[in-house]
């Protein structure tokens, strides 16, 4: 069986290139086909975007967009329907992540986009939505109106299920045509999601394309970095430079590149009651998506003087890890992946001989933690379940720990009691952190979060202002008029 992955409206399907990709794992293989689009094909498909959207999503009221959201959400969490049925059964197939993690975090993740969280990404960041839908008036005098892009491309990567969701509908809420570039690694979620909005409201699914190419190489690449007002982008710091160089200089350019996240535990935090608990959070947030999120923990940051030591919550979360392993076995990794965990264990190995480090999990184990005592600045893992546990005197030291990854922060995950998270809150977000989260939650960030400290819908939007001295002057040719 082949899955055709992808949405192009208004193309002939059977006039497309499709590429077929193959995936194997826990024992299943799966055929992807991958669609492929000439030069020609693809401003045509620009053109049918970017037409329709401006027949259609732009003079919609925005409420009807969130209510056909809504709706085509809600059918990819009913496990009953058949799209949900083949994400769960193809999805591990196609990323490697075990079933159960696939579907509790289809679940988790897909409720962030039901109707009262798309009420909450509006509110977060438009005082008043109406602006999406007309002019509304300021209080400061005047009207402000919002306007999405004509053309919103979305240039994906990463193998996390779903993750495309996130741009896709916050283009659609601010009423943008959209084209996305599907991620290789899981080419599967934006085309479901855009076929059940096109059944749920066949005029929004005129206004959302879904295609492939291979970056750099296709022919269809030049046109739809042309053809995009604006483009959001994500993947690796050389790429979206790369990605940069290649757009005109009037197209807006909304980068999210790799970030390294981390934890914080104070010692209130740390007693014989709360730290197994404590290490069973941090470990869900170690596994989730084996670190492949930019917001997954690297390292924890433990402070001393607590009932539990540092060395001792880093023996709980080591239990955990390896509790988890049982239900949820780690994927299988990719060369690379296992080349990297390799040289990170050997570097871990060398400071545990020379007894500067406590390396837990043995070579053959799915997860390794090590343990030092001497406070050292953030590094990255080797991901897949490798963490480092940092003692310090104080965690009022982590601050200055973190600050030379400053590019690359973004989620901290704090355990402390609510003086010390705001104090703590305060010295991260000087040296960058844009996200401060509880253990156990780092890797699932709430409904209208600011990505990057960025907003989710503003960004995307330019405004058109009337002043009030036009509206004053208008008055002046009304028919009215004395």
Known sequence: MIEHAGHVPGLNRDALRWREVSHSAWGESATVALPGLEEAQATALCAHVRENARAHLKRMPVARIVD?????????LDREHPLRRKAEHLLPIITGYDRETVRLGLTGYLKTFRKPQLLRFLAEDFANPGVLDGFQPTPKGGYLRAHGPELLLHVWAGNVPALSLWSLICGLLVKAGSVGKLASAEPLTAGWFASLLAEVDPEIGKCLAITWWKGGEAAAEPVFLREADTVMAYGGNDTLATLRAKLPITTRFLPHGHKIGFGVIAREALDSRKAPALARLAAHDVT???????????????????????????????QELSAIASRHPRRALSPGEAASIAAWRSAQETRAMEGTAELLGEPSSNWSVVHVEAPEALSPSGLNRTLKLVAVESLDEVAALVAPYRNFLQTAGIAAAPERLFRLSGQLGEIGVSRIAPLGRMTAPEAGWHHDGRFSLLDLVTFTEIEQSAEIAAEGFAPYVD
Do not use: T
């Open 68 to 76: 056909a959201i809504d709706a085509a959400i809600a059918r990819l």
């Open 288 to 318: 989730r998506y084996e670190q492949q999120g930019c917001y997954s923990p690297q390292m924890l940051f433990v402070e001393r003087g607590g009932k539990v030591s540092p060395a001792e919550f880093s023996r709980y979360v080591a």
